[in-house]
Structures are given as C-alpha cells and as structure tokens.
C-alpha cells in the first residue's frame, strides 16, 4: 500500500507563485514514475508535468517555462513549483505515483 499526500496550493494574484508539494510513503516504495494533472471545473483533467524512469521532465505546452516539477528527494517529497500563474490556471492539481497512487488533490486558484 502506498499513500500519497499533497499540500500547499491556495489563492494567488495573476502573475504570483505557489508550490504544490506531493509526499509519498510506503513499505519499500521504490518511485518509478510521477505525473501532474490538473482538473478545472468543466474540463477535462489535463497531464501538466511528468516523468518515468530516468526520462526528461515532460511539460504540457500550457505550462512549460512557468512550471517547475522536482524528482523525488530523499523523503520520497516532489515539488511543483508554479510562476507567472493565470486565471486559467485555477484548477485542482493532482499527483499520481507510479500509475496506482493518487494524491487527495489541491486546490489552486488564481483571482484578484
């Protein structure tokens, strides 16, 4: 059994930053592969970042050069780190950990 947990997120102004932070935990877990998705109210639930094995970090076009994704650090913790963000990107933001394991999702919202 793996558990995944993420936290941060919140309310942003347009062109602010958050960090999303995805911790996952479990007997001898072993991380091959991490995405992000994103699900906004209405719309599919869109792959925004992501890598597995040893492969380059993947962007969605929607976000690269403003998202920031981290590998996992020795507490098995990824970060994604979000700049200049939109109203657009308003979504909740999800982690999934080797294909199986969901984060519980965060909430992301950008709004003056």
């Known amino acids: 059994q793996v558990d995944v947990v993420q936290s941060g997120g919140g309310l942003v102004q347009p062109g602010g930053s958050l960090r999303v932070s995805c911790t996952a935990s479990g007997n001898n877990l072993r991380i091959n592969s991490v995405v992000w998705f994103r699900e906004a109210p209405g719309k599919k639930r869109e792959m925004i970042a992501g890598f597995t094995g040893y492969s380059p970090i993947d962007y969605a076009l929607s976000v690269k050069g403003r998202f920031t994704m981290s590998r996992p650090d020795t507490k098995n913790t990824m970060f994604l780190q979000m700049d200049s963000l939109k109203p657009e990107d308003t979504a909740v933001y999800y982690c999934?950990?080797?294909?199986?394991?969901w984060g519980q999702g965060t909430q992301v919202t950008v709004s003056t």
């Open positions: 999934l950990v080797n294909d199986d394991f």
